[in-house]
């Protein structure tokens, strides 16, 4: 499968995304994964883009614990950062953006995604990145339902002029909604 998300890749950064941050998340997917019982050799993550469906081999560096476990107690906590990652990873793969600000809490969104500036150290923002994570899908709390539930989130600030995309992940039966609004 050449469709393939490398969550070590997370480990090295990006432009709003510290190393340490980006590793943070990266335990945060390997916990879920876990828990949810799969390994890395057999993990494909389904991605439906609205028009089109993807599937990607999830790939990481399996150091899983029993200290990782308890560091990750709060099951909310760790599968909101689990969520951002595999989002972040998309943005990557499905936008031609990157991350390069976490956006301030109020405003309805995660992320900025943007492009580097003709300045260092400047980035031009171009869209909103919306996350969303679930544990294990339920009628009551399925991708759609979260999907439509995260799109009127960041209504509130459409006027910024900047679309929005939005990422819904599911750990237990690996798959994600991943849409531009």
Same mark, same amino acid.
């Given at each position: 499968?050449?469709?393939?998300?490398?969550?070590?890749?997370?480990?090295?950064?990006?432009?709003?995304?510290?190393?340490?941050?980006?590793?943070?998340?990266?335990?945060?997917?390997?916990?879920?994964?876990?828990?949810?019982?799969?390994?890395?050799?057999?993990?494909?993550?389904?991605?439906?883009?609205? =028009?089109?469906? /993807?599937? *990607?081999?999830?790939?990481?560096?399996?150091?899983?614990?029993?200290?990782?476990?308890?560091?990750?107690?709060?099951?909310?906590?760790?599968?909101?950062?689990?969520?951002?990652?595999?989002?972040?990873?998309?943005?990557?793969?499905?936008?031609?953006?990157?991350?390069?600000?976490?956006?301030?809490?109020?405003?309805?969104?995660?992320?900025?995604?943007?492009?580097?500036?003709?300045?260092?150290?400047?980035?031009?923002? =171009?869209?909103?990145?919306?996350?969303?994570?679930?544990?294990? /899908?339920?009628?009551?709390?399925?991708?759609?339902?979260? *999907?439509?539930?995260?799109?009127?989130?960041?209504?509130?600030?459409?006027?910024?002029?900047?679309?929005?995309?939005?990422?819904?992940?599911?750990?237990?039966?690996?798959?994600?909604?991943?849409?531009?609004?």
């Amino acid at each position: 499968m050449d469709n393939v998300l490398r969550i070590d890749d997370l480990k090295a950064g990006l432009p709003g995304v510290t190393q340490i941050q980006g590793g943070y998340c990266a335990e945060c997917i390997m916990v879920c994964l876990h828990r949810a019982g799969h390994t890395e050799e057999k993990c494909v993550l389904h991605v439906d883009c609205i =028009k089109v469906t /993807e599937d *990607f081999q999830l790939l990481w560096t399996d150091s899983y614990n029993d200290q990782i476990d308890r560091s990750h107690a709060d099951e909310q906590i760790t599968i909101e950062h689990a969520a951002e990652g595999i989002s972040i990873l998309l943005s990557l793969r499905l936008t031609p953006y990157t991350v390069v600000q976490r956006s301030r809490k109020g405003t309805g969104f995660d992320y900025w995604l943007g492009i580097e500036a003709n300045t260092p150290s400047k980035f031009e923002l =171009k869209a909103r990145l919306e996350v969303s994570g679930i544990r294990s /899908e339920t009628e009551a709390n399925s991708l759609e339902k979260r *999907f439509k539930v995260k799109c009127n989130q960041v209504t509130p600030t459409d006027d910024t002029g900047f679309p929005a995309y939005i990422s819904v992940v599911e750990f237990s039966n690996p798959k994600a909604k991943f849409a531009k609004k």
